[in-house]
């Protein structure tokens, strides 16, 4: 079954927002076995927004039209839609009832406008998930074949570009309406290993046997699921699993085994599943260790500690984060020896410093440079991270158990080392704390 | 003149990659003048680019196609154009001996399949920007009118997926090449005010007299400037300011002029231009003033240090971050009163104490709760800011000349009311270091 993503919105062809809203639900697409050959962007124009999706239902056998369901006149998805089916729009009470409703919940009085959203096109049906006002609409219709001149059935989904709630009613609706339409009475489920440290070419020769035995084993007809890999930048490569079964729960047990056998040949390379993060798997060991964490920065200015700060609940582990940018900072707040600041040795006690004056059981920092000029005669993407850990409780007194530290060349611009020097340092801590095996 | 852009690649389907070319070429268009209508993702399959650029060319006069021009067999963009002009790639000399050159100036060996790269549709030309190995393309075309069947001249262009590679080639040669083409003899330039701290109805309001003036100055054929307003998101807005003018100089003219006529309508909340942004503004404000910076942070957990030090050569400025998380840290490291933390009482104090403990000329603090729970009884989205500053070269000696604090109540969650928690603290700053007027 084939799947074309429209995205409306004039904004969007401006450039004034990017339409990340196509990527994320081609991804879905992908994940739930269906096909998506074109994703198109149009404006706020409803002759244009009628052309493309009529386009779209030649191509295939439904539209996801996000965006254009606003209260404004400039919100037209709804009108085009009504187009492409020859139908007139009607006011559902019920929905008009609920968006009141909502406002007055909210103590906010309603435009008038509002009552726009509660319009749908005749024969159409609301989608159940209505995370904000506009609800998200199903439209089946159909369209003579091409071949045989048959009315073969199609379907126009339409959800607001506010990406929560096109989330919410891809995830709860749209997506299990496309496979039942599509016949796809099999589940399909997958899983996410996230991974750091290695290439995508050393990954694939790793998995390789196990890869070709699920291949062999899905042509014999068992339930084997299958491995795929997805870049993503500075922060690793991901491993997909993805399980096709007759029911949930054979699909959640073939997962299950799959995501054990490649754990058992990556190892430690695996780092998180689905939505972790190397952060949150980092506040995840040193909270099963009862440790505190604190951080000394140079290059990275901040940004290691932010981003642990955007896992909620990070409070019971981070203490706090010393960003030293200037040199006298790291000797004086730091206690760093005074001498060049780009050095292994700098590192090494900038992550002292932090566990001490921070008062942590572990400390960690980076120094380098970023670029674009020099520094102490180092070329950019020059990089020292280092490690001190104590014992859980230790709180910054007495010396630290162990200290390690490494030196990196990164590749790339300014943001670009600072960004892969925050992983790295990361990493090179999740490393310290596994158990050992 | 109606300019279409189609982007290339499976990856942008499958939302490994979001597709920021399209918008950005957009925004670019936009700019210049020239309209753009539908924006079209096809994956890398030859009869699906080949069909997206006919359907293009029907509909519109230009196709810029971005993507596909790697080395690979996947890359398909060259073998496409080449169908739907009805002639077959040949191997460029010239375009061969650079790739080669590039190599081994790299002191790189060559992949034979790098050649593919020097291959074009005979007939095209090759853009003279190269800033990587991917040559960039020109391939002119024509197409019989709907109503009269007479041959129209077309245009597709192909420039690669990288971004920097694909923004040199159309800020340099395609958009000239584009306007030259759609016969704008004029020139058109353009300029962007960033504001902060205005809704735009009320920039509307404020500019909506100038903007009058415009129109009828505009109608009356003289060469007057037009405004128009762009949302960034937590960033504030940004007013374009476009001129329409014979000559390059004469644009220039016009757009200093009409620079200077908002700034004296909108004042200070004019922050910058073009691509200055909100630290940049406030670092070179400190840089003038021969000061130093100190921060102090709890909910935005090092971002705003982050932030400044995207600038490069933020060092003689910044003299670094002090991440409180813990409220101990606050009190034994920045000195804050035990007590309360979440308070405009602690935010004046984290200042102060950045200021003092950095060294710094000035200090600034953020403290608040970003969520998802409450903490000390007060909502996420609470949040103090604070600014301490002492004289330039006071190094965080001695008193501050000035303290001032401002207690928020932020929308959103977790990520926007840190995001916005950075923005508010820096543009507080700037308006404490503007000169009084």
């Known amino acids: 079954m084939r799947v074309e993503v429209v995205a409306v919105g004039t904004e969007l062809l401006l450039g004034q927002i990017v339409d990340s809203n196509s990527s994320w639900i081609g991804e879905q697409l992908a994940l739930a076995g269906l096909d998506s050959y074109f994703q ?4 706020d124009n409803l002759g244009r927004i009628v052309e493309v999706i009529e386009l779209a239902l030649a191509r295939s056998d ?6 254009g369901l606003g209260p404004t006149q400039d919100d037209l998805t ?8 020859g139908v007139s729009l009607e006011e559902s009470e019920e929905a008009a009832e609920r968006i009141i409703s909502m406002f007055a919940g909210r103590g906010r009085g309603m435009p008038m406008n509002n009552l726009r959203q509660a319009m749908k096109p005749v024969g159409a049906e609301f989608i159940a998930e209505q995370p904000g006002t506009a609800p998200g609409l199903i439209c089946p219709l159909s369209r003579p074949d091409p071949l045989t001149g048959e009315p073969r059935s199609k379907v126009i989904y339409a959800v607001p570009g506010v ?6 009613m891809v995830s709860g609706t749209v997506l299990a309406d496309l496979q039942r339409r599509a016949g796809l009475t099999s589940v399909i489920a997958s899983r996410t290993l996230r991974t750091w440290g290695e290439s995508e070419s050393r990954l694939a020769e ?6 070709d035995d699920l291949d062999r084993r899905a042509a014999l007809g068992e339930a084997a699921a299958t491995i795929a890999f997805l870049a993503s ?19 959640a047990a073939v997962l299950a085994a799959e995501e054990e056998a490649v754990r058992a040949i990556l190892g430690p390379t695996v780092f998180g599943v689905d939505d972790d993060t190397m952060e949150s798997a980092v506040l995840d060991l040193l909270r099963r260790r009862g440790m ?5 920065e140079s290059l990275t200015g901040g940004m290691v500690g932010s981003r642990i700060c955007d896992v909620p609940g990070a409070s019971d582990v981070f203490r706090g984060s010393v960003v030293s940018y200037a040199s006298e900072v790291k000797f004086d707040l730091l206690g760093v020896s005074e001498g060049p600041v780009v050095s292994e040795e700098a590192a090494r006690e900038m992550a002292l410093g932090a566990r001490r004056v921070l008062r942590a059981d572990v400390g960690i920092a980076a120094t380098g440079v970023a670029g674009p000029d020099r520094q102490e005669g180092h070329r950019p993407g020059t990089v020292f991270l280092a490690v001190a850990i104590g014992s859980a409780g230790s709180a910054g007194v007495g010396d630290a158990d162990l200290v390690d530290s490494v030196a990196l060349t990164l590749p790339g611009r300014r943001r670009q080392i600072r960004e892969y020097s925050v992983i790295s340092l990361l990493a090179l801590l999740r490393r310290h704390l596994l158990p050992a095996t």
Chains 1, 2 share one sequence.
Do not use: D, H, N, Y
């Open 40 to 43: 198109t962007k149009v404006g």
């Open 62 to 67: 439904a539209v996801i039209c996000t965006g």
């Open 78 to 85: 709804r009108e085009a839609i009504a187009a492409v089916m």
């Open 163 to 168: 990406p929560w709630e096109m989330q919410e």
């Open 206 to 211: 790793l998995l390789a046997e196990r890869m």
């Open 233 to 251: 930048g500075v922060e690793g490569l991901k491993v997909r699993l993805t399980a096709k079964a007759s029911s949930e729960a054979e699909a």
């Open 292 to 296: 505190t964490l604190g951080v000394g």
